[in-house]
């Protein structure tokens, strides 16, 4: 039923009349000219409508493999001999960029209408929606005011009480961890150890599941994104969000084409299609996103992004030093049960 809600207001929102009648199904094999493989990190409930409207405009068949961000671009960089498959669809722009190699640059049309800062240095990836890391805590249990940027994530309160995702596995934790790296003042190194002594040696598989336990109140407070906790407040949890006044990152989510991908005009005319000014407008009327494009303006619930103290992130910093920042990480986290 969701889907079925989804796929229809999609329709709605990119031809603003009724949904055309769904094609046939396929009673053969489509032929290699006809396909498209999509490997990405984005939930269902996000690239299922996008993914359904490419293929009704195209005819082209599309197979998706879901999975966390990490996890997909080993695989790319396991096939990079024999590539399986032809877009990377989603993950941070750190993260595709650490597996540079594993991508052919392209330029996007549409391009001169994105953001200059959203904008890929050589044209790696092709950006897909603005995501704000946010704070969020839960109202019940916490007044307003009790939290207010990542300096407080760093309290004693707070201990075993932080619900944060394991960063090796969700991109956006690993976004976050390098935020607050960048707002907190500090070697980089001893930030990680305080902050991963907070958590009390626990962090959370994926980052879905910070919305829900801090709502259920087996965490205080929360990282996590601006999109999620726009999702949360309107299915009506008990949270709060905090735009940190410490600083915040809005690193742009990307899409990319695999190097030697089986499929790449079809990928290019993919990689086109999510930058388009009708999809760009369903990021805000759907999905809780900013759009990465200048001409489509955020949705009202959102403040704009000039008015959020802004941490100076580099993304060339963050993916330069991916690795490193993972494995301190790791080294203090998987310790902690001995402090």
């Known amino acids: ?121 050589g044209d790696l990836w092709t950006p897909f929606s603005a995501l704000p890391v946010v704070l969020i805590y839960n109202t019940k249990l916490l007044s307003e005011g009790a939290l207010t940027g990542w300096e407080d994530l760093l309290s004693p309160r707070y201990r075993g009480r932080i619900a944060f995702a394991d960063p090796s596995v969700s991109g956006s934790s690993f976004t976050a961890l390098v935020t607050l790296l960048c707002a907190v003042e500090g070697e980089n190194e001893e930030v990680i150890r305080l902050f991963a002594q907070n958590l009390g040696g626990r962090q959370l598989q994926g980052s879905g599941d910070v919305v829900a336990s801090v709502a259920g109140g087996t965490d205080l407070v929360g990282i996590t994104l601006e999109e999620t906790a726009l999702k949360g407040l309107a299915a009506g949890y008990d949270i709060a969000l905090v735009y940190p006044a410490d600083g915040t990152s809005c690193v742009p989510d990307a899409s990319a084409l695999i190097k030697g991908a089986p499929h790449e005009d079809n990928a290019r005319l993919f990689l086109d299609f999510t930058v388009s000014a009708e999809v760009q407008r369903l990021l805000a009327g759907a999905f809780f996103r900013r759009s990465v494009r200048e001409d489509v303006p955020a949705a009202e619930a959102m403040p704009p992004l000039a008015d959020l103290p802004a941490a100076a992130y580099d993304v060339a910093w963050a993916s330069g030093h991916r690795e490193s920042v993972l494995m301190t990480w790791a080294f203090y986290l998987g310790g902690e049960e001995e402090v």
């Open 1 to 121: 039923m969701v889907r079925r809600a989804l796929a229809l207001l999609l329709c709605l929102l990119l031809t603003g009349c009724a949904a055309p009648a769904p094609a046939p199904e396929l009673s053969y094999a489509p032929a290699e000219e006809e396909r498209l493989v999509l490997y990405t990190s984005h939930k269902e409930e996000v690239y299922w409508p996008i993914v359904k409207e490419f293929e009704e405009r195209t005819g082209i068949w599309v197979e998706v493999v879901a999975g966390g961000t990490n996890e997909l671009l080993e695989q790319i960089q396991s096939q990079a001999d024999s590539p399986r498959a032809d877009v990377m669809f989603g993950g941070g722009v750190e993260s595709l960029t650490s597996y540079a190699g594993c991508f052919t640059p392209y330029r996007c049309a549409g391009a001169e209408e994105i953001a200059a800062q959203f904008q890929a240095p």
